[in-house]
């Protein structure tokens, strides 16, 4: 028992203080650091040397050490698996999620089998947890960054018209986007901007942010530069069309999101009454509730309802859950 007491504790200082790593931002002095190279290679005109060594500073960034590299072979589909960890716009490293992921599997393990469960019951809560937890907050994580940079996107393209009608190039317009918008927006221009330094087209750079962030909005974007450079027309008008179209896009989430709060809340309720109710349960008579926990039939039992109630809950929130 000592044993296990000592593993769960090392195992959830571990996993605390990976979390903190990974989810955690840079440093204030960090942060101003990298904020004064950008003004200052912002600022430098023309030298492609300057926007080569930015890439490749933010190559050797991303490098993982012998320890992550190992953990990430643990991922399945690790091109997928970077990809969303891309979209959150934190510097989180595959082999840091691995680690992540594998620490909380054994703390939660470890800490079953401290109560006393069995050994099927640990490791079943414990990849539910291990696995799930961090894919739930890299979803969040993920989903709040698309968020905030859909509410200022049209912002950005009416900026861009603007600059359109006074008289400046497109390229232009994506480097005045990246400098004056700030967030996710800023920061995504600011990447196109600076792989059309070091020698990438237009729309090679904004394709390849296109297929990271997955959003029908800025696919609508790189859409109509692609159609206009190819017909021709007035792109100014064009683009404030757009931005208009995704404003009124935005208006109509936010009604079809009031319209369906009524069905997600009961969605929710059905869901976790079960819960509930054996929470409740349990808090007034363990012991009638305790088998759960430890009689291998029960516990089969308990695993199979579960399945059951999570493709009921998958069910209703597809159901609840509208696109346009």
Do not use: C
Request: hydrophobic content about 50%; proline content about 3%; aromatic content about 8%.
């Amino acid at each position: 028992m000592s044993f296990t007491l000592l593993l769960l504790g090392l195992g959830l200082f571990g996993t605390l203080a990976l979390v903190v790593m990974s989810f955690s931002g840079p440093s204030a002095s960090k942060a101003t650091k990298r904020r004064l190279e950008l003004i200052r290679e912002r600022h430098i005109e023309g030298n492609l040397a300057v926007a080569a060594n930015a890439q490749i500073r933010k190559l050797f960034a991303n490098r993982n050490s012998k320890v992550e590299g190992w953990f990430s072979t643990l991922v399945p589909k690790p091109a997928l698996m970077r990809l969303r960890l891309e979209k959150t716009g934190r510097n989180i490293s595959l082999g840091r999620y691995a680690m992540v992921s594998v620490g909380l599997i054994v703390v939660i393990a470890a800490g079953v089998l401290a109560k006393g469960g069995p050994i099927t019951l640990a490791l079943t809560f414990g990849l539910f947890i291990g696995i799930g937890l961090p894919h739930l907050v890299v979803s969040r994580m993920i989903a709040k960054r698309l968020k905030l940079f859909n509410a200022n996107f049209p912002d950005a393209i009416e900026l861009m018209v603007r600059g359109l009608r006074s008289g400046l190039p497109i390229t232009e317009t994506l480097g005045v986007v990246a400098g004056e918008i700030g967030g996710p927006v800023g920061i995504e221009f600011r990447s196109v901007s600076d792989k059309m330094k070091i020698g990438r087209t237009m729309e090679a750079a904004l394709q390849d942010v296109a297929d990271r962030l997955g959003t029908p909005e800025f696919q609508f974007f790189v859409i109509t530069l692609a159609i206009q450079r190819e017909t021709g027309g007035n792109l100014a008008e064009t683009l404030s069309n757009l931005a208009d179209v995704l404003r009124k896009r935005a208006q109509m989430k936010l009604k079809i999101k009031a319209m369906s709060s009524e069905a997600k809340a009961s969605a929710m309720i059905v869901g976790a009454l079960p819960f509930i109710v054996f929470t409740l349960v349990y808090m007034l008579n363990p012991n009638y509730m305790g088998g759960f926990f430890t009689e291998q039939r029960l516990i089969v039992a308990g695993l199979g309802a579960l399945v059951w109630m999570s493709i009921g809950v998958a069910i209703m929130a597809k159901m609840v859950n509208f696109e346009i």
